[in-house]
């Protein structure tokens, strides 16, 4: 019994590295059907970044007054901004913009390419001489790749905000004073670590997502099923690749 379920552990491990380059070689093979990825472009990020804005300028407000009420207490309150940019920049946005990504659109890509192998459409793909991978598959991760590091500039702008409402309403900080202090506060570095951070996160959702979709079993039972494990797992890498990155990152640019 354990064999077997570790044995099925390396199968589908074997798989999805398969399935991942074959996607890669459809891309560097110049096989992109720009359309389509357009029209997910649309649907991911158009679809979510409502979400995201909210989510974000709720997180800002939030950093903001539990600033505000720690740094009050050793006179340096105007550091609220500094603690809520970076926050924000270096681990927030990049980690949680994925998380609402995963939720919405990874459970949509999962979702739309389950039901279709379940109906076998897929294989209908197939019969009609093309390529599912290139079809179904490269627009998806393309637009995923593309559409999350836009997301979470997103919400960065939008926890910034928030944390301003709270620093300058609530804090007392002049608007302009909290404005230079976040502009001091975020270094090229800071920016620069939590997209780099996305970029990894953007292609392991696109991966791990539309893996399970493709391969979905068990009608539509297994569709339900393989979406929440899609989502799962993206978000238990997403967790794990950000503690490695930040250790990467840190050792070598502080």
């Not at 949509?108 to 009609?128: C, K, P």
């Amino acid at each position: 019994m354990v064999i077997n379920s570790v044995l099925h552990i390396f199968e589908r491990a074997g798989l999805s590295v398969i399935f991942f380059l074959r996607s890669v070689g459809c891309i560097f093979s110049g096989r992109v059907r720009w359309k389509d990825v357009f029209k997910e472009i649309y649907e991911q990020g158009v679809e979510t970044a409502i979400i995201v804005a909210m989510t974000s300028f709720a997180t800002g407000a939030v950093l903001g007054l539990q600033g505000y009420v720690m740094l009050t207490q050793f006179g340096a309150r105007e550091y609220v901004a500094h603690l809520v940019a970076l926050s924000l920049v270096r681990e927030l946005s990049p980690v949680f913009t994925s998380f609402i990504f995963s939720g919405k659109a990874g459970a949509r890509m999962a979702a739309e390419l389950g039901s279709m192998n379940v109906n076998d459409q897929i294989l209908a793909t197939r019969t009609l001489g093309v390529d599912p991978v290139e079809f179904l598959v490269v627009p998806r991760m393309i637009a995923c790749f593309l559409v999350l590091p836009g997301l979470v500039v997103l919400s960065e702008l939008f926890g910034i905000f928030g944390g301003y409402t709270i620093g300058v309403f609530d804090a007392g900080v002049p608007g302009a004073s909290y404005i230079q202090q976040t502009l001091t506060a975020i270094r090229f570095v800071d920016f620069f670590s939590g997209f780099i951070k996305t970029l990894f996160f953007a292609v392991f959702i696109a991966w791990v997502c539309c893996f399970e979709g493709f391969y979905t079993k068990g009608g539509s039972l297994g569709v339900g099923r393989f979406t929440t494990r899609a989502v799962a797992l993206s978000y238990i890498i997403v967790v794990i690749s950000n503690t490695v990155l930040t250790k990467i990152i840190l050792t070598f640019w502080g």
